[in-house]
Nanobody, 127 residues
Framework: QVQLVESGGGSVQAGGSLRLSCASS????????MGWFRQVPGKEREGIAT????????AYDDSVKGRFTISRDTAENTVYLQMDSLMFEDTAIYYC????????????????????WGQGTQVTVSS
């Protein structure tokens, strides 16, 4: 049973930073795709960033490129999302997800391809 547990959400002022963590037993696997998604009420869940551990390749949505960084720590079995220069528009519930499939940037818009999901963590950015 794959479990994903997010943490690190909270409230921050615009321009600030937060680091989200996703603890998972698969985060240190050699070939797993892990992603961060976010959702606001009334809107579809959108992909923010993915990392494929096999080649360490990453992909980002244009809305966060240059501000957010996805990374993993195999010793801690954790995937991180470092969020800098936060904006009001980043307010959402953030979810960690995983799939054994090889992922490319196209997986940012492929919510259905991720098989495992965390419970989500709230990020609120005040302007």
């Amino acid at each position: 049973q794959v479990q994903l547990v997010e943490s690190g959400g909270g409230s921050v002022q615009a321009g600030g930073s937060l680091r989200l963590s996703c603890a998972s037993s698969v985060a240190d696997a050699e070939s797993v795709c892990m992603g961060w998604f976010r959702q606001v009420p009334g809107k579809e869940r959108e992909g923010i960033a993915t990392i494929y551990t096999g080649f360490s390749n990453t992909a980002y949505d244009d809305s966060v490129k240059g501000r957010f960084t996805i990374s993993r720590d195999t010793a801690e079995n954790t995937v991180y999302l470092q969020m800098d220069s936060l904006m009001f528009e980043d307010t959402a519930i953030y979810y960690c997800a995983a799939t054994w499939r090889y992922c490319t940037g196209g997986y940012l818009s492929a919510v259905e391809k991720f098989d495992y999901w965390g419970q989500g963590t709230q990020v609120t950015v005040s302007s």
